[in-house]
């Protein structure tokens, strides 16, 4: 069993940053080799939509929409996820969960598909 925590959200106009974290804590984190993480959102009357996934290996993929924009990275020491945002725009509001599925090949953008969830943060942006 994984326990995620998100933090970081708020409200930011246009063209604003936010930085979001996850604390991930479990045995099950600690013993598998191979796992994704990732960030996903979901936007009011929306489906979950994955927005970018990093692996035990730190290779990440990002959706179109928010390349070059968002970056995310893990604190393997500190049982961390990362979610750098610049250049925020209106259609990024959403609330943000991290997720995570062990032991994982490789990784997925399927919310489905993921293993365990964190109860989410909310981040709106104003124009």
């Known amino acids: 069993e994984l326990d995620l925590v998100e933090s970081g959200g708020g409200s930011v106009q246009a063209g604003g940053s936010l930085r979001l974290a996850c604390v991930i804590s479990?045995?099950?984190?600690?013993?598998?080799?191979?796992?994704?993480l990732g960030w996903f959102r979901q936007a009011p009357g929306k489906e979950h939509e994955g927005v970018t996934t990093i692996d035990s290996k730190d290779s990440t993929s990002y959706i179109d929409s928010v390349k070059g924009r968002f970056t995310i990275s893990q604190d393997k020491q500190e049982n961390k996820l990362f979610l750098q945002m610049n250049s925020l725009k209106p259609e990024d509001t959403a609330v943000y969960y991290c997720?995570?599925?062990?032991?994982?090949?490789?990784?997925?953008?399927?919310?489905?598909?993921?293993?365990?969830w964190g109860n989410g943060t909310l981040v709106n942006i104003s124009s």
């Open positions: 479990g045995y099950a984190y600690m013993t598998n080799e191979n796992y994704c």
């Open positions: 997720a995570a599925k062990m032991p994982a090949i490789h990784c997925t953008f399927d919310w489905e598909a993921m293993d365990f």
